[in-house]
């Protein structure tokens, strides 16, 4: 059973920088994704960050060029760094990832004031 663990939310002012971190307890390069979704109140969860098992990346269009998701595979643990942040980067976000079967994070609040 993996289990994720998410942390690096908060409050920052619009324009300021956070770093999301999920700690996974199985061996990450495993996984054929990792990801970062999030959910704003009243909306539906959307994907922010992938990154697959070869490397690759992709991203949701609105966060392209302020987020950026890497991993530590000694560490097993995947970042989400997010800079240049806007009020509308409010949500709780979600660690997930994909083996033979999918695990999500009980997630973290990233509160952006303007």
């Known amino acids: 059973q993996v289990q994720l663990v998410e942390s690096g939310g908060g409050l920052v002012q619009a324009g300021g920088s956070l770093r999301l971190s999920c700690a996974a307890s199985g061996n990450i390069f495993s996984f054929n994704r990792m990801a970062w979704y999030r959910q704003a109140p009243g909306k539906q969860r959307e994907l922010v960050a992938v990154?697959?098992?070869?490397?690759?990346?992709d991203y949701l269009s609105s966060v392209k060029g302020r987020f950026t998701i890497s991993r530590d595979n000694a560490k097993s643990t995947v970042y989400l760094q997010m800079n240049s942040l806007k009020p509308e980067d409010t949500a709780v976000y979600y660690c997930?990832?994909?083996?033979?079967?999918?695990?999500w994070g009980q997630g973290t609040q990233v509160t952006v004031s303007s």
């Open positions: 990154i697959f098992r070869g490397g690759t990346t």
């Open positions: 997930f990832s994909q083996a033979a079967n999918i695990y």
